[in-house]
């Protein structure tokens, strides 16, 4: 049973918006297994290309406008509400499918789709539908747009923030990630040598399952929410 005063610090990945209908990445089929990461997902691959990679980023933004949170996103959202305790929701996704669900606050550690970033000044401002490479900045007038996500090379957003969350877990979740890219695949490590209790929900057990008291396995739509309302409707 669940001391229900328990910090909640969860994690999700691109699993947990699969079936909303947004591609994961390392699946099969996946997205990096269609493109080559080096080109689209890089400060290089911007430099050398910025039309093919805005394009790329266009594409997915509108994708992300088409579809919906889906049974997963709505139960954390729940679960934010109903618990009496903190929870803290870390996310890698650039969706805002957590928002949409209703999660009052979403660490969004690799960035979000939403914005806009001037490379040059760090303004930020609401996505237009489509992003071009002769963009302006509305607060310094340069021609530095760029996706506001984080690319390999880049340090994620809010680490410090993070950090001190996972100090202060006594459960971490960790939900449709595959584990490999860090630092977030170190959280579970970093919130077990905490003290925390670590669980994973995922389709299936991620690289780094042996970091894990506990595991479900199984769509996000099903172990997400009989998660939560285990730990819910626990006296
Ligand atoms: P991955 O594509 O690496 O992993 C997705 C995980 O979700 C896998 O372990 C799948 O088994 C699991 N999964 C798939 N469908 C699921 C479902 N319906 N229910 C539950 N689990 C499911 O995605 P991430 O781990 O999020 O970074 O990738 C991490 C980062 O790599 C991303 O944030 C992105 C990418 O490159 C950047 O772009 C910087």
């Keep these: 049973m669940q001391d229900r005063k328990a910090h909640i610090v969860i994690l999700t990945g691109a699993g947990i918006s699969a079936e909303s209908g947004l591609g994961t990445f390392r699946d099969i089929g996946g997205l990096w297994s269609r493109y080559d990461w080096r080109d689209l997902a890089t400060p290089e ?6 039309a093919f990679v805005l394009e790329f980023y266009n594409w997915r933004r509108a994708n992300v406008r088409k579809v919906a949170p889906n049974a997963a996103h709505h139960a954390l959202a ?3 509400r109903d618990w009496p305790g903190r929870v803290t929701l870390v996310t890698q996704n650039v969706d805002d499918l957590h928002e949409r669900a ?6 969004h550690m690799h960035g979000t789709h939403l914005t806009a970033l001037c490379a040059a ?25 760029r996706p506001d996500v984080v690319w390999f090379g880049e340090t994620p957003y809010h680490l410090g923030r993070i950090a001190r969350a996972l100090e202060s877990a006594d459960v971490f979740v960790s939900i449709g990630t595959s584990g490999t ?3 977030a695949a170190g959280f579970a490590a970093d919130a077990k040598d905490a003290g925390a209790e670590t669980l994973e929900l995922n389709l299936e057990p991620s690289r780094n399952a042996g970091l894990f008291d506990r595991a479900r396995h199984g769509p996000a739509t099903e172990v997400v929410p009989a998660w939560v309302e285990s730990l819910i409707a626990a006296p």
């Design 45 to 50: 691959g911007f430099t050398r290309d910025p």
């Design 78 to 80: 729940r679960l934010a």
């Design 102 to 107: 209703g999660s009052p606050e979403v660490i």
């Design 121 to 145: 000044c760090a303004h930020r401002w609401p996505a237009p539908d489509e992003m071009a490479p002769t963009d302006t900045c509305p607060v310094c007038n340069r021609t530095a747009t």
């Design 181 to 183: 890219v860090y630092p």
